[in-house]
């Protein structure tokens, strides 16, 4: 069982809404990161915060907002998203944000735009 | 884009039989990290293996690394059928930062 817990599971949302996904996590890691998965495609890297702060993003377009209220919390907002933005969004955790350190995943949210 | 590409892209065996997935990469890394996903769930975490060991086994895994050919294999012994999911290498994309490209993926069915 993983200890990187996403809600919601699930979510459909029209292109005008405004929704977030939340991650949390008690390992007591300082990264994290969120990734989204298409359908029979790998996932792929959009943020990486560090100790709270914003340390990678991946050319994410503006309508995803990250926020990491603190060490245990991690946010995606989303604002008039597209239907191609549809796919599960995976939210991971480490120790640190050296490499080396295992990531930990949390079971994803699956998002539905329509 | 991906860094790791996985081989085969599907595999199909049966209950007993071992199952082995092969993962190339292109630039140099500090480690390879294998994962496991079940359809629709999130990503399970095997085995990490530095850019300084060859070999590594857990329980039923053995993932063998090398880094002269950019490949990394993950061999699954006296598969179950429990065993059926998605598996992934994935690499360092961010030199000494802890993020991952993942490969393509290897679908493995195993049979009753």
């Known amino acids: 069982d993983t200890e990187v817990t996403q809600t919601p599971k699930h979510l459909v949302m029209g292109m005008t809404n405004k929704k977030s996904l939340k991650c949390e996590q008690h390992?007591?890691?300082?990264?994290m990161y969120w990734y989204k998965q298409k359908a029979k495609k790998p996932p792929e890297l959009m943020f990486v915060?560090?100790?709270?702060?914003?340390?990678i993003n991946e050319s994410v377009p503006s309508r995803f907002s990250p926020e990491c209220p603190n060490s245990s919390l991690l946010n995606l907002h989303l604002h008039a998203l597209q239907p191609e933005d549809s796919a599960l969004y995976l939210c991971?955790?480490?120790?640190?944000?050296?490499?080396?350190?295992?990531?930990?995943f949390g079971e994803g949210s699956w998002l539905t735009v329509v | 884009s991906q860094q790791g590409e996985e081989d085969p892209q599907a595999l199909s065996i049966q209950e007993g039989e071992n199952a082995t997935m092969n993962c190339s990469y292109k630039?140099?890394?500090?480690?390879l990290q294998w994962y496991r996903q079940n359809s629709g769930r999130g990503l399970v975490h095997l085995i990490l293996?530095?850019?300084?060991?060859r070999e590594k086994h857990s329980g039923r895994l053995r993932v063998t690394l090398d880094t002269s050919k950019k490949s990394s294999s993950l061999l699954i012994t006296a598969s179950r059928a429990a065993d059926t999911a998605s598996y992934f290498c994935?690499?360092?994309?961010?030199?000494?930062?802890?993020?991952?490209?993942f490969g393509k993926g290897t679908m493995l069915l195993v049979s009753p």
């Open positions: 991971a955790s480490s120790q640190e944000r050296i490499s080396g350190n295992t990531i930990y």
């Open positions: 390992m007591g890691h300082r990264a």
């Open positions: 915060y560090s100790y709270e702060k914003l340390s």
């Open positions: 630039t140099s890394i500090n480690n």
């Open positions: 293996i530095r850019s300084n060991e």
């Open positions: 994935a690499t360092d994309s961010h030199s000494g930062y802890s993020t991952l490209t």
